[in-house]
C-alpha cells in the first residue's frame, strides 16, 4: 500500500524517522528532489538527513508544492502530475478530441468509483497532505535553516495542507481529516478506522487553520513596499511571486466560504440521507443563510487588506491606462489573466507547469511556407456554440436581446449565402481603439463573429480569423475540411466544433512568467454574489460593473453611484429589474465569461446547482441548449469546404456554418462530486461513498 492512497492508522513518530527512506517519498511525490538522489544511494539518505540540512529541506518543501495543480496543461492521461486538472475539456467550455484524454470520462460519463482518475487526483492530495505534515513534524530540528525561514515555510507547509483539503473538497466534497498525524506506508491495510468528516466540521477545519496563519503573521506577502515622495508604493516581490504569501490565504479563504454557502453544500437535498456508519449526517440538512454572511465577509476582507491590487487597466499600446475611459477594453481584459511581471490583478500564480495547453490552443497552419514552429500547434481545443452564444453583443447585452445581432437556424436556407452570412469588412471596437480583424483577400468573416464584446476576441480563435500571434506575420486561419488547420491535413488535430480557445494565449510582446490561478476579479465576483445573496442587491450591480467597466460594455443601472444615465465610459447604462433572482442570473453570466478559460466554470455550475439544467434559461445556458453539462455539442460543420459561393446554386457552398452536433455528453446530478476511491472503501468501509455511486466490489 502507497502512502496517501488509503489513509491508516497513527504510529510512533520515531519510528517513521527511523524506516522511511526518503528516495521512497521522493518517487511518490514527484518532486525536484529525484536529480539530486540520483547519485547519492538511497539506503543511505532517510528523514534524519533531509532535515538536518537546510537545501534538502528545502527541496522536501518544493515537493509539497508540487502538489498544487497543475492547470497548464488540460491534456491529462496519467502519469506522475495526478493534481493536474482536466476542468476545461471537462465542461461545456471545451472539447479535447484525443481518446486518451481523462476529460472525455467525465463528458461520457464513464467514469466510476475505480476509474484511474478518480483514485489518482485522491491519492495524490493525501500524499501532499502527508508530505506537509512529515515537513511539519520535522523542520524544527533543522538548525541550519535560519529560526525566520523555518517559522515562514512552516506557516506555507501548513497553509499548503488546507488549499488540499480544498482540492479534495471541490472534487470529492467533505474528506477525512487527518490533522498532523504522519502515517507509516509500511503498516498492513488492515488496521484503518478513520471516517469522513461532515461538510461544516471540514469548512471550519481549513478556515480555522488559515486564521491561525493570519492571526499568527507568519507568512510572506507578495509586495515589497517602498517609500516616495508620492507616499508607499507596491511592487511585486519576484522572490515570493509563486509561494502562498498571507494575500494568497486570503483568497482561498474567499473560495472556501463561498462553496460552502452554495447550493452543492448547503442544505442540498440530494445528499441529505447521506450519513456515516454511526448515522451522523455528512452534508448540512438545512440551508444556513448566515453562510453568505461568512462568505462576503471574507472577499471584503480581502479587498479592505489588500489595497495594493486593482483590475489592469491597458491603453492600445499595452501601457497603463491612467483612467477607465483611456483604456482599450480588449487589451485590458487580454492582459488581465496574463501572468506577466506588471499584472497588478493576479494574486496566486504558478511558476512552473507543463504549459501544453498553448500547443492545444494554437492552430495546426499546416502548409503554410516559412510558418515558425511556434505559430503551429494542435489547434484541437473545441469550443461549443453554446459557450460561443454566452459572451455579449458590444451593447453589453445577451444575443437574444440584440435587435442587431445576426442569427439564423438551420431551416432558414435562403440565409446560405456569402453575401448574407459573411462580411469582408474590418471589425473595430466601437471606442476605436483596437481592430479585431481585417478578412483577408477572398476571405469572409461570419457576420455571427462581429460586433461582440472584447472578452470574445480574447476567447476564441474561429474560421478566417487572422492568427495575430506572430509579431512578423499574420496567418489566417481554416478549420473547414482541407483548411490549413481542418480535419483532412491533420487527423487528430483540429477543433472539432469548427471554433477554437485561445485564452490565455499571450501575444509575442507580452513575456508570460507565471500561470494565473487568482486574481482580483474573482474577488469581486466572489463578493458580488454573496452581497446579493445575503439581500445587497446596491452592492452586488456595484461589483459586477467594476468589471463590466473594464471590459467596454455597457454597465448597469444600479442604486447609488450606478443610477446615473450614462456609465464610466459614457455608454447609457443597461436597465434591469433590481431583485434576487435576475440579479443573481446576471452574476452568474459575468462570472462565466469574466473567468472562461481559468477554471472555474466545471465547479461553478456544480455549487450553482445547474449543471444538470434540463432547458436553457438563456444566463448559464443558452435557451436553446438542453441537458445542461450534458446533451448535444453543437458547433459548425467542418466536414464541408469553404469553397467559393457557386452562382448556379449559392445555398451549397456555405454550409460550413450549418450547425451540427459533434458529440453528446451525459450529466446526472450524482456527477456534481467524483466519487470516493473504491480502493479507500474497501481498505476502509468506514469512508462512506457519495450518493448515487453505489458500490462496486
Given at each position: ?14 519510528r ?5 527512506m526518503i ?11 529525484s536529480?539530486?538522489?540520483e ?7 532517510n ?15 518544493a ?20 493534481t ?10 471545451g472539447?479535447?478530441p ?9 463528458n ?13 487526483m ?26 525566520g ?13 488546507s ?36 461538510v ?16 499568527s ?5 507578495k ?5 516616495t ?19 494568497v ?14 447550493d452543492?453544500?448547503?442544505g ?21 443563510p ?14 479592505d ?15 497603463h491606462?491612467?483612467s ?6 480588449f ?5 488581465a ?10 494574486i ?51 444575443i ?24 469582408t ?5 466601437k471606442?476605436?481603439t ?5 478578412p483577408?483577400?477572398g ?25 495575430s ?11 473547414s475540411?482541407?483548411?490549413n ?10 477543433p ?16 508570460v ?6 486574481r ?13 445573496e445575503?439581500?445587497?442587491i ?7 460593473n467594476?468589471?463590466r467597466?473594464r ?5 448597469y ?11 464610466n ?5 443597461i ?7 435576475h ?19 466545471y ?17 448559464v ?8 453539462e ?29 450547425k451540427?452536433?459533434?458529440e ?12 470516493i ?16 455511486w453505489?458500490?462496486?466490489n
Open positions: 500500500m502507497k502512502l496517501g492512497f488509503s489513509l491508516i492508522h497513527r504510529i510512533d513518530m520515531k517513521i524517522l527511523k524506516n522511511i528516495a521512497v517519498l521522493v518517487i511518490l511525490s514527484g518532486t525536484s528532489c536529480d539530486y538522489f547519485t547519492v544511494p538511497s539506503e543511505t539518505i528523514l534524519d538527513m533531509v532535515f538536518l540540512d537546510r537545501n534538502l529541506a528545502a527541496q522536501w518543501l515537493g509539497v508544492y508540487a502538489y498544487l495543480p497543475d492547470e497548464t496543461n488540460q491534456n491529462y492521461t496519467g502519469g506522475s502530475d495526478e493536474r486538472g482536466i476542468w476545461t475539456p471537462a465542461c461545456i467550455e472539447k479535447l484525443w481518446d486518451h484524454c481523462n476529460s472525455n470520462l467525465l461520457n460519463g464513464s467514469y466510476y468509483a475505480s476509474t484511474g482518475y478518480v483514485q489518482n485522491w491519492r495524490a492530495y493525501y500524499r501532499g497532505i502527508q508530505n506537509a505534515n512529515i515537513y511539519l513534524a520535522n523542520i524544527d530540528r533543522c538548525k541550519d535553516m535560519p529560526v525561514e523555518r517559522i515562514r515555510s512552516k506557516a506555507e507547509a501548513r497553509a499548503l495542507r488549499i488540499f483539503y480544498f482540492n479534495l473538497f471541490k472534487i470529492y466534497g467533505p474528506f477525512v481529516i487527518v490533522y498532523d498525524e504522519v502515517f507509516d506506508p509500511e503498516i498492513p491495510t488492515g488496521s484503518v478506522n478513520m471516517v469522513r468528516s461532515s461544516d466540521e471540514c469548512v471550519d477545519y481549513i478556515i480555522s487553520e488559515f486564521d491561525i496563519l493570519l492571526s503573521n507568519e507568512l510572506a506577502t509586495f515589497v513596499m517602498e517609500e515622495e508620492k507616499g508607499t508604493v507596491a511592487s511585486l516581490d519576484d522572490n515570493f511571486a509563486g509561494n502562498i504569501t498571507r494575500e490565504v486570503e483568497a482561498i479563504r474567499s473560495q472556501v466560504l463561498l462553496y460552502s454557502a452554495s452543492l453544500f448547503n442540498n437535498s440530494y445528499y441529505k440521507n447521506l450519513e456515516d456508519h454511526t448515522g451522523k449526517k455528512i452534508f448540512p440538512q438545512e440551508k444556513d448566515m453562510k453568505w454572511v461568512r462568505a462576503r465577509k471574507a472577499a471584503k476582507d480581502f479587498m487588506n489588500n489595497p495594493y491590487f486593482s483590475l489592469v487597466y491597458r491603453t492600445a499600446n499595452g501601457t491606462a491612467t477607465i475611459a483611456s483604456s482599450c477594453p487589451i485590458s481584459v487580454r492582459d489573466s496574463l501572468g506577466t511581471m506588471n499584472n497588478e490583478e493576479m496566486f500564480v504558478r511558476t512552473s507547469g507543463d504549459w501544453n495547453i498553448r500547443y492545444t490552443m494554437t492552430p495546426k497552419h499546416v502548409g503554410i511556407p516559412g510558418i515558425p514552429d511556434a505559430q503551429s500547434g494542435a489547434g484541437a481545443l473545441s469550443v461549443p456554440l453554446q459557450m460561443v452564444d454566452l459572451f455579449f453583443t458590444d451593447k453589453g447585452i445577451r437574444e436581446d440584440d435587435p442587431d445581432y445576426y442569427n439564423y437556424t438551420n431551416d432558414e436556407e435562403e440565409k446560405f449565402t456569402s453575401r448574407n452570412m459573411t462580411s469588412d474590418p471589425c473595430r471596437d471606442f476605436g483596437y481592430t479585431y480583424f481585417y483577408g483577400t476571405r469572409r468573416i461570419m457576420k455571427q463573429f462581429y460586433n461582440r464584446e472584447p472578452r470574445f476576441y480574447v476567447a476564441f480563435t474561429f474560421q478566417n480569423l487572422q492568427w500571434f506572430d509579431a512578423s506575420k499574420t496567418y489566417y486561419t481554416d478549420f475540411l482541407n483548411g488547420s481542418g480535419r483532412a491535413k491533420n487527423g487528430h488535430d483540429f472539432k466544433s469548427g471554433v477554437l480557445a485561445r485564452k490565455p494565449l499571450a501575444p509575442p510582446d507580452r513575456a512568467y507565471y500561470y494565473v490561478s487568482i482580483l476579479a474573482e474577488i469581486y465576483l466572489n463578493y458580488a454574489e454573496a452581497s446579493n445575503c439581500g445587497d446596491a452592492e452586488a450591480i456595484k461589483y459586477v467594476k468589471i467597466a471590459a467596454g460594455v455597457a454597465e443601472k444600479g442604486m447609488g453611484d450606478d443610477a446615473t444615465p450614462t456609465d465610459r459614457g455608454q447609457q447604462r436597465e434591469i429589474p433590481l431583485d434576487y433572482e440579479v443573481r442570473n446576471v452574476i452568474r453570466r459575468e462570472r462565466l465569461i469574466e473567468l472562461a478559460y481559468e477554471n472555474h466554470h465547479f461553478d455550475v456544480r455549487r450553482w446547482g445547474v449543471a444538470g439544467m434540463q432547458q436553457g434559461d438563456g444566463w445556458y443558452p435557451t436553446w441548449h438542453t441537458g445542461g450534458g446533451g448535444k455539442m453543437m458547433g459548425f460543420n467542418v466536414e464541408v469546404d469553404m469553397a467559393p459561393e457557386s452562382t448556379s446554386h449559392p445555398v451549397n457552398t456555405m454550409y460550413f456554418y450549418k451540427v452536433a459533434w453528446t455528453r451525459i450529466f446526472s446530478q450524482k456527477m456534481n462530486l467524483f466519487p476511491p473504491q480502493t479507500e472503501i474497501n481498505v476502509n468501509p468506514l469512508v462512506v461513498q457519495n450518493t448515487g453505489g458500490v462496486i
